[in-house]
């Protein structure tokens, strides 16, 4: 099976951004990158350049953080009120939402997801995750103590907590959701008062390029924040290690999660981390299998099935086993593989050419390994990157594809028998992000919800994020909260204050 990619017509403002060659943002200045280099973006449904971009490295992310440091030492960034930072940020959130379609059509292009999901998910969820964070500004509120201190007997204290915004902060996302992950990202930096270094992914640079242009359109002061697109190794690594930046907030690889926190030994900068995941979804005989196996197949193929949380170990209780493993897998077969940019496209292409090649490794691993393919399996012929929707069945527990995230399309299914013996092995993982529960028990339900060793579980639904909800890992999938007023943490520190009455 070949992918048809018909010619479509792209809307001129989006023509336009990917024509020319896109600076990286310094300083409230578009600049090129100090070693004039640039670096090609691809479009992962034809594998060919989409645009081409300034490559930064270390001279780049130091004149950027020296910015940034410069706009939270000095600049204006620190003397406005917490409601005037508020406002910037509900007005890039209008901003944003005002340039829905042109956002939606550049995701699509960089990464390849549906153009119906950067248009239903991707932007709104980074529009309201703005608007979320902007309300929280004016809400950073320290509190009042009594102490009692013993060696003064008969003194009088007043004693109170400031929180403060930790200062500069560097924050390296992935490509699976670009432009969310900024929104992630700068929401709380900005609501909480830091400034920021942002590194894009070298895969999907562009609508974090183009949502710095709002930025600076919504009236943020020069450098608080900057935009430094380039590859991991260099710019990433550079900013990670840099001894003027007081945190760093990571999202990708379980692998450079560690490099990130042996860079932030230096100065021992504080660390948050977002990392992959394997996440168990398990479905009960007693619950409503319609919509457990709908779940089921959404859960894994979302997004290509390059979600951290992507529910890739799926336990079916053994008298049901059959029933939803081939719903799940007719539900593959269903889903058209295509271009993002087609309208009936429901899964688009992986986002690299790399990527393509470990998802289709995990495949001739799974299979060496003993793994049968209910569905999929290959590669789809042709250019771009495009693989099938794969169920996996006569898998165990200790086999490479159902313990390594793959991050594609790709679900091993494993029958289980009783509950007791089951959360042992849902938990048999390094990693700790998410989990589903699929049970008409609500008992059953809530108790298993507690002794999932993750930091979300979903009941009776599957990738259900919102703002308001805080999102992070147990275990190897990470440090720290992102989103809900636990991410705030993450930004934010508390200064006691004690005066002698
Ligand atoms: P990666 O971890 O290499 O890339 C994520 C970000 O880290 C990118 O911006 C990259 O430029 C940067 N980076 C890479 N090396 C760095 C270094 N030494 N210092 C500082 N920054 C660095 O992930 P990659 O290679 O794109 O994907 C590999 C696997 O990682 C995927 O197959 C998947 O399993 C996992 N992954 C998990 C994600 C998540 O959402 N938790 C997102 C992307 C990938
Ligand atoms: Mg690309």
């Known amino acids: 099976m070949g992918i048809a990619v018909s010619p479509i017509q792209i809307d001129s403002c989006v023509s336009d951004f990917i024509g ?82 042109e956002f939606a059509t550049l995701e699509t292009l960089d990464n390849g997801k549906p153009l119906t999901v950067a248009r239903g998910a991707d932007v709104p969820l980074a529009v309201d995750m703005f608007r979320y964070m902007a309300g929280w500004a004016t809400k950073l509120e ?83 924040v900057n935009i430094v697109p380039g590859y991991g190794e260099t710019a990433g690594a550079a900013l990670a290690a840099h001894d003027l930046v007081d945190k760093i907030a990571f999202t990708g690889s379980t692998e450079v999660g560690r490099l990130i926190v042996h860079a932030a030994t230096g100065n021992l900068k504080k660390v948050s981390l977002e990392l992959g995941g394997k996440s168990p979804n398990v479905v009960f005989q007693d619950a409503d299998l319609d919509a457990a196996i709908a779940g089921s197949a959404s859960a894994i193929f979302f997004n290509q099935g390059q979600c951290c949380c992507a529910g890739s170990r799926l336990y079916v209780e053994r008298p049901v086993f059959d029933r939803v493993v081939e719903g799940v897998a007719a539900k593959a077969k ?34 060496s390994e003993g793994a049968t393919a209910l569905t999929g399996g290959k590669k789809v012929g042709g250019k771009g990157y495009f693989v099938e929707p794969t169920v996996l069945v006569n898998t165990k527990d200790n086999m490479r594809v159902v313990q390594e995230e793959i991050f594609g399309p790709v679900v091993t299914a494993i029958p289980f028998d ?37 930091g979300t579980v979903w009941i009776n639904c599957y990738n259900i994020f919102d703002a308001a909800l805080p999102f992070g890992g147990y275990k190897q999938s990470g440090w720290g909260r992102e989103m809900g007023k636990d991410a705030l943490e993450l930004y934010t520190q508390t200064k006691a204050v004690c005066t002698r009455l």
């Open 20 to 101: 020319k060659p896109r600076k990286m943002l310094i300083d409230g200045k578009w600049v090129n990158a100090a070693s004039g280099k640039t670096f090609p973006t691809y479009n992962p449904a034809t594998g060919e350049v989409l645009a081409q971009v300034a490559e930064g490295d270390r001279a780049d992310i130091d004149a950027a953080v020296k910015a940034a440091r410069k706009a939270f030492d000095s600049g204006p960034w620190s003397r406005l009120t917490a409601s005037e930072r508020g406002k910037l940020v509900w007005k890039l959130a209008d901003l944003l939402e005002q340039h829905l379609e």
């Open 142 to 224: 320290g509190t009042t103590i009594p102490i009692s201190v013993p060696y003064t007997p008969g003194a009088q204290y007043h004693a109170y907590t400031l929180r403060e915004p930790v200062g500069v902060v560097g924050q390296i996302i992935p490509w699976n959701f670009p432009l969310l992950m900024a929104a992630w990202k700068l929401a709380p930096a900005l609501a909480s008062g830091c400034t920021v270094v942002l590194k894009p992914a070298e895969q999907t640079p562009l609508t974090a390029l183009r949502l710095g242009e709002l930025i600076m359109e919504a009236g943020f002061p020069d450098g608080v």
């Open 334 to 367: 269903k889903i058209r593989v295509g271009s993002g940019l087609e309208p009936d496209t429901s899964m688009g292409p992986l986002v690299s050419e790399e990527q393509l090649q470990r998802v289709c490794n995990y495949l001739d691993i799974g299979l």
């Open 418 to 454: 009783d509950p007791e013996e089951l959360m042992p092995r849902a938990n048999d993982t390094v990693y700790g992000l998410a989990a589903g529960i699929w049970t008409r028990d609500i008992s059953k339900a809530h108790r298993l919800a507690s002794a999932m060793r993750a």
